[in-house]
């Protein structure tokens, strides 16, 4: 039976990477990062950041200071290269017990949910937890930490070995163009719902052909599969080709492209200039393709050249050469958050405020069911009411509102509220 006194990580990579972003400076007294982040928030993320050895804290003269690891893993999350951040990070996972088991366990069944893993970790090094969420919380945060490193991709409380069939099954490839999609939808339409066969005779196209290019429309948005081979008009499909709408129609079709996975990539070319070429080159990189025929790569890219034309999201800067539109670039990847109105912030305000500095039991409790039921009605703070639905159940047994505090801070980086002094303040 394993060790009762190993390191189990407890905190996400998030919170690790937003720890070490902001830490103070080289070496700090504890008292100051618990100024700083707040007392449980320390407590919670430094065992982490020690074993990851991005960190080293000597008890006698109370000082925390990075080690030349976190030093240089700091520099790399604040240039944003995060790739060489990563391999910081890995070269750490073997020198840990927990985080080694983890992966092994990963190798061996390629798939893995946070409680199990919790579960998995408890047995291994005898660790007495008896409610369920400690098993995801500790789960969660080997999970994480794992796939930052590249051992996997973790999304929605499960860590997968596989990265590139998890990024394949999300979009696939651009095969049709802006107007056969238009053209799909609109017989879509006709039907209500149809089956492929039905399709293909109607388009002349052949089945395997139209079956990617069914899978484009789903994946921006126009279709909706009710099941295999088997498709209908979704509401936003219906806005695509309303007729008191055409003139609309580009703007629609980019709506839906920076709302869709796509987006992803159009981030990636935030202050580039490219050709068709290039272009597939990127396409190729991000979906994960293997396409080895460069006449493949150059067809991929000039459909996409045909969605982001279509879109109005590209400007010319020469022969063949384009690059996206600057004040397009800030909204790709990052879908808009709710619009808060001054009494929205007043209340949200008021509610943090009470999660922060409140002792009383039932004020916290209303608080934060307040905040999560705001938290709900986003999409874009979904990690934020995880989180919060998560801690919410633990503070009902520990009546601690410290618990809260790494969630308030990671809702007002989200909210980008921070600038501006943060909520509640």
């Not at 490193?149 to 973790?154: D, K, L, M, N």
Request: glycine letters at 8%; one cysteine or more.
């Amino acid at each position: 039976m394993g060790d009762k006194n190993v390191i189990i990580p407890y905190v996400r990579m998030g919170q690790i990477i937003e720890f070490i972003r902001n830490f103070p400076a080289e070496e700090v007294p504890l008292q100051k990062l618990q100024d700083k982040f707040g007392k449980s928030s320390v407590q919670n993320v430094l065992p982490t950041v020690q074993l990851l050895q991005l960190c080293e804290y000597d008890r006698k003269s109370g000082i925390v200071k990075l080690t030349t690891s976190g030093k240089k893993f700091r520099s790399l999350i604040i240039t944003g290269d995060e790739k060489r951040a990563a391999e910081i990070i890995k070269s750490q996972i073997e020198e840990s017990e927990a985080l080694s088991f983890v992966k092994s366990l990963l190798e061996r069944k390629s798939r893995l949910s946070t409680l199990e893993i919790g579960r998995e970790l408890a047995f291994r090094f005898n660790k007495k937890w008896d409610n369920p969420l400690t098993y995801k919380a500790h789960g969660a945060a080997c999970a994480s930490i794992l796939a930052f490193a590249g051992f996997g991709v973790y999304a929605r409380g499960i860590l997968m070995k596989d990265r590139l069939k998890v990024s394949k099954a999300e979009i696939t490839a651009p095969y049709a163009g802006f107007e056969k999609i238009v053209k799909i939808v609109e017989i879509v339409s006709t039907y209500g719902d149809t089956d492929i066969h039905t399709l293909a005779k109607e388009l002349k196209t052949k089945k395997g052909r139209l079956s990617v290019e069914i899978k484009n429309c789903i994946d921006l948005g126009f279709l909706e599969r009710l099941a295999p081979g088997r498709v209908r008009i979704s509401t936003l499909g219906k806005d695509l080709i309303d007729p008191l709408k055409k003139h609309k129609r580009k703007e629609i079709f980019r709506e839906a492209l920076l709302s869709s996975n796509f987006s992803k990539i159009i981030s990636s070319l935030a202050g580039k200039v490219f050709d068709v070429k290039e272009l597939g080159e990127i396409l190729k990189y991000e979906l994960g393709g293997k396409w080895l025929r460069e006449k493949t790569v150059v067809a991929f890219g000039k459909k996409f050249l045909n969605w982001l034309k279509s879109a109005m999201l590209l400007e010319g800067v020469g022969k063949g050469k384009y690059r996206i539109r600057s004040e397009i670039i800030k909204r790709a990847g990052k879908p808009q958050l709710q619009i808060l109105s001054k009494e929205d912030y007043y209340t949200l305000g008021k509610n943090v405020g009470a999660v922060l500095f409140s002792r009383e039991f039932d004020k916290v409790k209303l608080a934060v069911e307040k905040l999560l039921k705001f938290c709900e009605q986003d999409k874009n703070l979904s990690t934020v009411s995880e989180l919060l639905q998560e801690h919410y159940k633990l503070f009902l047994d520990l009546k601690d509102s410290r618990i809260f505090h790494a969630d308030i801070k990671l809702l007002e980086r989200v909210l980008e509220l921070e600038e501006n002094g943060g909520v509640g303040s």
